[in-house]
Nanobody, 127 residues
Framework: QVQLVESGGGLVQAGGSLRLSCAASGRTFSSYAMGWFRQAPGKEREFVAVISWSGGSTRYADSVKDRFTISRDNAKNTVFLQMNSLKPEDTAVYYC????????????????????WGQGTQVTVSS
């Protein structure tokens, strides 16, 4: 089992920045690719970003590319999502998730490939 706890959400004006954190406990954090997803009101949950367990590979949704950066600190069992130039359409509940794999460049984008999920943290961007 892996337990995931997100933090860092809040209210920010458009153009501002936030840094989300996801702390993991339980099984070996470094053997999991870590992803961020989000769900806006009335919409389905969507992929945002993912980082491989080695940290060497990342993927981003087109909507956040060049604005968001995912990173991880395996020594601290934590994954981060730095969000810059925030827009009102970024308003959502943000979830982190863990996907187990032995492949160091594994960067899944589909929800069904993830084994564990956090409870989410609210991000609200005002115009």
């Amino acid at each position: 089992q892996v337990q995931l706890v997100e933090s860092g959400g809040g209210l920010v004006q458009a153009g501002g920045s936030l840094r989300l954190s996801c702390a993991a406990s339980g099984r070996t954090f470094s053997s999991y690719a870590m992803g961020w997803f989000r769900q806006a009101p009335g919409k389905e949950r969507e992929f945002v970003a993912v980082i491989s367990w080695s940290g060497g590979s990342t993927r981003y949704a087109d909507s956040v590319k060049d604005r968001f950066t995912i990173s991880r600190d395996n020594a601290k069992n934590t994954v981060f999502l730095q969000m810059n130039s925030l827009k009102p359409e970024d308003t959502a509940v943000y979830y982190c998730a863990a996907a187990g794999s032995s492949i160091s460049i594994y960067v899944p984008t589909a929800e069904r490939l993830y084994d564990y999920w956090g409870q989410g943290t609210q991000v609200t961007v005002s115009s």
